[in-house]
């Protein structure tokens, strides 16, 4: 690879230190980077703030974009002035091309010939109202290159109009670091787990369900907060299981892999809702690298992640969850096959080091047809 190629990266997932593992790869791999991200992404009313470490390598530069926390309507008015001092080969735009960030920072770059690529996570194919069907029209027929970060959103690019080159790329890997294996936990009891936001379309609501009529000693944690958790809290009180059931709150990103290392299975019941369905599931790799069997929903992305290294039921269905669970739950070998292969399809597959091969070799790609087209 030249050590000439530079690349600007603009993420405002990256606030994460868990993430940026990934770009240290791409530096350990030639690429000069420099990462441009938010000091905090606003939720609401709630902060998650810029998370410090995983700065190896790579150049950081911290800003606070306008209207931070609107997804859609959020940019960076000094982008342009950064593209000047960084003059990158190509422009990794970690954003959706319907949203204005993206429109304004892709105007910015073609204003000086500088190849950019986007990321998309979008597996609904819907129509956006004005301006957005504008915007993602626009950058669809003017960007360089597309990431998916799943087979549905990369066919929804196509059918919009995209003919550029694509891939499909995980946003972020795993840091096996972060995620260390160990043998599963056979309990008593048997600890159920649940990482993510608590609101419907995750579908915590249906595994209280499920576990309220699950045999055995068991106990369920669920880890994180979200508008839905004093219904859940209420819901655990009526099915009589509130002793059973822990709420735990939101924790940093870096004490994920200890909660995750006390579970005997992870379950992510995700339901489709009809403005969302599940775009990845990053919780069922972090739980595969460390050993904990997973049991998944067939919403969206979740079948593709787990493949054959987990347990798949379908979407709402309660008592299909709980067949899923009490089968784990009695049958010890299950579990350490499942925790085997779970950690084996992680590191052929969704390591940091990994989703940084892919990117670098997009980035080749995207380079290439770039100078095609120039010519």
């Avoid at 989703?355 to 095609?372: E, G, H, I, K």
């Amino acid at each position: 690879m030249s050590p000439a190629l530079r690349v600007l990266m603009l993420s405002k997932a990256c606030y994460v230190a868990a993430y940026r593992t990934k770009l240290e790869a791409l530096a350990a791999r030639g690429v000069d980077l420099t990462l441009v991200v938010p000091p905090y992404w606003r939720f609401g009313r709630r902060r998650e703030p810029f998370e410090p470490g995983n700065n190896r390598g790579y150049q950081l530069v911290i800003v606070n974009p306008l209207l931070n926390g609107q997804h859609h309507l959020h940019f960076y008015p000094r982008l342009g002035a950064m593209l000047d001092r960084v003059r990158p080969t190509l422009f990794h735009l970690d954003e959706e091309p319907y949203d204005f960030v993206t429109v304004h920072a892709l105007l910015a770059a073609r204003r000086r010939g500088i190849p950019t690529l986007i990321f998309s996570w979008q597996n609904l194919d819907v129509r956006y109202p004005p301006p957005f069907e504008w915007f993602r029209a626009w950058t669809l027929r003017h960007v360089a290159g597309a990431i998916a970060g799943n087979a549905e959103a990369a066919a929804i690019l196509r059918r919009r109009g995209y003919r550029g080159p694509l891939a499909i790329i995980p946003q972020f890997g795993v840091d096996l670091q972060l995620f260390p294996w160990r043998p599963p936990m056979a309990g008593p009891p048997f600890r159920i787990g649940y990482v993510g936001r608590l609101w419907p379309g995750k579908g915590v609501d249906l595994l209280l369900e499920a576990v309220a009529g699950l045999a055995g000693d068991w106990q369920l944690d669920v880890l994180g907060a979200g508008e839905a958790e004093p219904a859940l809290r209420q819901q655990a009180q009526q099915l009589g299981i509130a002793a059973r059931v822990r709420f735990l709150g939101s924790q940093p990103s870096h004490q994920v892999p200890a909660f995750l290392q006390t579970l005997s299975v992870l379950v992510l019941p995700s339901r489709s809702l009809p403005n969302w369905k599940e775009q990845f599931g990053r919780v069922l790799v972090e739980a595969m690298a460390t050993g904990v069997p997973v049991i998944g929903s067939s919403s969206g992305e979740i079948p593709n992640v787990i493949g054959e290294a987990g347990l798949v039921f379908p979407e709402g269905d309660v008592l299909a969850l709980r067949a899923q669970l009490a089968r784990l739950l009695a049958d010890p070998a299950l579990q350490r096959d499942l925790a085997t292969r779970g950690r084996e399809r992680v590191v052929a597959q969704f390591t940091q080091e990994r989703v940084a091969d892919a990117t670098l070799a997009f980035y080749q790609q995207v380079l290439t047809s770039a100078r095609a087209g120039a010519r």
